[in-house]
């Protein structure tokens, strides 16, 4: 067979990539301007996402997707990076003093959640109890995307955002095993105890297991030199998929893993954070809205009044009573106040994760899937646009907003773009000439700052007086325009000393300007 026809049979083709990249290219312009949109209105972005597939989608522009299969495998994987970029960004100082707490409600409160619901759905919706406890298990996790996104914008007392953050990085892991086991089995064959001993299992294995990889790659990473900047954001992120993928392996809760080792990551001393850091929340970003347009793809518009009134039935039980009472019960053993209970029940977002996890059952053939789809889809949309934007407000009444709120810094490594200068780093080595030369001895250009001097284990801010020593690392801010003449200045020096100059010595450059 000749390899011309061979390539017919793919079904890719390049003019069909071409297609492909140029409507992925407009979806992900508009999704950044929505992004705007999302901020003045004070709702997550992601249900602005989740509107632009059902726009583009069947009853749209017509675009057809309604594989759950593949819907479900790109959810999983969207929700690792999403998941990473949460712990990557979570301050461990803030979350260790409620950890606790917010461990509570990422276990007693999915199963409280999940038996509320479900009683309720089974009584006085009508439903069996396959359907009932589904539902109840699929909306019992809040959504890490949506409340990293709104929460972060909101200056909260840290026992609050810290609660909140690690509920919402940890409760995915219970929920979704609940909600396999469920559509796998088509009903709760084996047992509640049974089911609760593997929620146990796969929760405290797949923390343990992603403890395991965050201090253990940590460990490799400040040891190791790698031989480009760029790669250490890789790695890190390689490390955060490892362990889902170990932890999948061994049959334990991979997001559990994942969140954790990112955890330990993220609190780490490790080289060039801030590049981490912003590498990991690009890739979030392009997560979330390749998986929220993807889930509006995926919902089908004429499935939705059908649902309807079942949504909103079900979103006032889960926001009014199931979330208020798990709330309760999760912080029974804490010391909390009244107050900070009834802002706990309230910033239990939703977002877009309930409608991932509607993407099982549609996926394992569980029978009405599409309309718990659909059911799950509309109280997703509907009460994250109620509850979002009320939360500043909330928090204002109910006291949860410090008297004098900070926020913390934005802080980049060199952030010099808009100075239009760049960061120079300077090694003197054995036998440089730059040894025992004083900073104002150096005569670089005017304009031309040194900042900073590594010295062993310690740092200085040079004087005029100072002396450079072998083995001193200089950093050194220039404009632009003066790298040149700074470089061919200080590799003067390096070879005949302070009175380079004298000897006519130019550093090896030639520069335009002369």
């Known amino acids: ?39 003045k209105l004070g709702l997550p972005s992601l249900v602005l996402y989740l509107l632009i597939g059902v726009a583009i989608g069947e009853s749209g522009l017509g ?90 914008r909101l200056p909260l007392k840290r026992r609050l955002s810290g609660a909140l953050e690690a509920e919402s990085g940890l409760n995915d892991a219970p929920a979704i095993v609940l909600v396999t086991i469920l559509s796998v089995s088509h009903g709760p064959d084996e047992g509640f105890l049974m089911i609760g001993l593997t929620v146990v299992y796969e929760l405290l294995g797949g923390a ?67 590049a981490t850091r912003s590498f990991v929340e690009g890739l979030a970003w392009l997560a979330q809205i390749g998986l929220f347009v993807m889930l509006g793809l995926l919902s089908s518009p004429s499935d939705m009044p059908g649902a309807f009134v079942t949504a909103v039935v079900a979103g006032a039980v889960l926001t009014f009573v199931a979330r208020p009472i798990s709330v309760w019960a999760a912080t029974a053993p804490f010391l909390m106040s009244v107050r900070e209970r009834v802002f706990l029940s309230w910033a239990g977002l ?27 889809f509309i109280v997703s949309v509907v009460y994250t646009v ?79 007086r100072t002396k450079l020593q072998q083995g001193d690392e200089i950093l050194i801010v220039a404009p632009r325009a003066l790298r040149r003449a700074t470089e061919a200045r200080l590799r003067a020096v390096g070879r005949r000393g302070r009175l380079a100059g004298w000897f006519g010595e130019r550093g090896g450059a030639e520069l335009d300007e002369d």
Request: some cysteine; overall charge neutral; hydrophobic content about 55%.
């Open 386 to 464: 109620i509850q979002a934007p009320t939360l500043p407000w909330l928090a204002t009444r109910l006291r949860m907003v410090p008297a004098f709120p900070t926020r913390d810094a934005d802080v980049e490594s060199a952030p010099l773009e808009r100075l239009d200068a760049d960061l120079i780093h300077v090694r003197v080595p054995p036998g440089s000439k730059l040894h025992g030369v004083e900073i104002a001895e150096l005569r670089v250009p005017p304009g031309v700052g040194v900042a900073l001097i590594v010295r062993g284990d310690t740092s200085m801010v040079p004087g005029p």
């Open 63 to 152: 675009i057809q997707f309604s594989d759950p299969d593949v819907a479900r495998s790109f959810a999983y994987a969207a929700l690792i990076v999403i998941l990473a970029e949460g712990g990557l960004t979570t301050q461990w100082d803030e979350v260790r003093p409620v950890f606790g707490i917010g461990l509570s409600l990422a276990t007693v409160g999915v199963v409280v959640s999940t038996a509320v619901v479900a009683v309720i759905g089974h009584y006085l919706l009508g439903l069996d109890w396959l359907p009932a406890i589904l539902l109840g298990a699929i909306f019992a996790p809040t959504d890490a995307a949506a409340v990293f996104s709104t929460l972060r």
């Open 350 to 376: 939703r977002g877009a994760v309930p409608v991932v996890f509607a993407t099982i059952p549609l996926a394992e053939g569980v029978e009405r899937a599409d309309w718990l789809f659909a059911v799950v």
């Open 208 to 274: 343990a297991l992603g403890y395991v990889v965050g201090r253990v790659g940590a460990a490799i990473l400040r040891r190791t030199a790698l031989p480009a900047s760029g790669l250490y954001p890789l790695v890190v992120l390689t490390l955060t998929v490892l362990a889902y993928g170990v932890g999948a392996f061994a049959h334990m809760s991979g997001f559990a893993a994942v969140y954790i080792a990112a955890l330990v990551l993220g609190n780490s001393h490790l080289p060039h954070r801030a």
């Open 1 to 39: 067979m000749r390899l011309a026809d061979r390539g017919r049979g793919c079904g890719v083709t390049v003019d069909s990539l071409n297609v492909f990249l140029l409507a992925g290219a407009l979806v992900l312009i508009t999704a950044v301007v929505a992004v705007r949109v999302s901020v």
